[in-house]
């Protein structure tokens, strides 16, 4: 699909290159979706970003550097819902012994901390954002740098080096290991065993298209779920129980 970015140059000048993983820059075309950013200035005269999409406004900030998270954040989610021959579910995913371990979950659960805790751990990144499911139930890679969340709450690139990052991708794997996990202070690491039905409902929680597209998302996954395992269980500090994450999947 192609989408149209229109920004003010302070605004591409820190966004990341490509938007997002395997884009091409490319002008020809109609567009599937135009995303712009606009300055106004507040009565202060200070610059304020106005955030838009398809000619309605999705928000505004006096920051550059939220303001082109913002711009990075829409397009990847518009990708992920106008995506016709592929199921994006938000979660990390790893790999770890030839299949996919994903781990779904909206912001703020921890799933990048934990993605780069797996990494360093031995597993191969695969994504910190989303798991794309294809029809036959594999997990492709989403490479993009990873996002980890500040003391402030904001977010800032890191985690891992830019050669395992900017990398040959690896290759679509099978899933093996959905974990419903997210951090909570002073939580012990008790992993309880899900049914298929409940790693399915996991990751159908999680699906960007799922209202648009409810067939093919229940179709794509429960090919995916059907030799997969599942666990869930709050979890502590990332880089204390990644090998025991990776040793869920047998």
Do not use: C
């Not at 990751?203 to 599942?230: C, D, H, I, W």
Request: aromatic share 6%; glycine share 10%.
């Amino acid at each position: 699909m192609r989408i149209d970015v229109r920004v003010p140059d302070e605004i591409a000048l820190v966004l990341p290159s490509p938007l997002i993983p395997g884009a091409v820059s490319n002008s020809r075309g109609p567009a599937h979706a135009e995303i712009s950013v606009r300055i106004r200035h507040s009565l202060t005269g200070n610059p304020i970003y106005e955030i838009g999409q398809d000619g309605e406004v999705t928000g505004t900030t006096a920051s550059p550097d939220t303001a082109a998270y913002l711009v990075e954040s829409n397009v990847q989610l518009t990708v992920a819902a106008l995506a016709k021959d592929s199921i994006f579910v938000h979660a990390g995913v790893v790999g770890w012994r030839n299949r996919a371990i994903v781990i779904p979950g909206p912001s703020f659960s921890g799933k990048s901390t934990l993605v780069v805790a797996l990494v360093e751990a031995g597993a191969i990144y695969y994504s910190d954002e989303y798991a794309i499911f294809d029809s036959q139930g594999r997990v492709h890679a989403y490479r993009r740098h990873p996002k980890l969340r500040l003391p402030s709450g904001s977010k800032a690139v890191g985690g891992l080096s830019r050669s395992v990052v900017n990398g040959d991708s690896p290759d679509p794997i099978q899933l093996g290991l959905v974990l419903m996990t997210r951090y909570e202070m002073g939580s012990g690491w008790t992993p309880e065993r899900l049914t298929r039905g409940e790693s399915l409902l996991g990751l159908l929680g999680n699906t960007v298209p799922v209202r648009e597209r409810p067939e093919q998302s229940m179709r794509f996954l429960s090919k995916a779920v059907e030799y997969a395992e599942g666990f869930a269980s709050p979890r502590f500090e990332a880089s204390s129980v990644a090998n025991q994450i990776l040793d869920l999947l047998q």
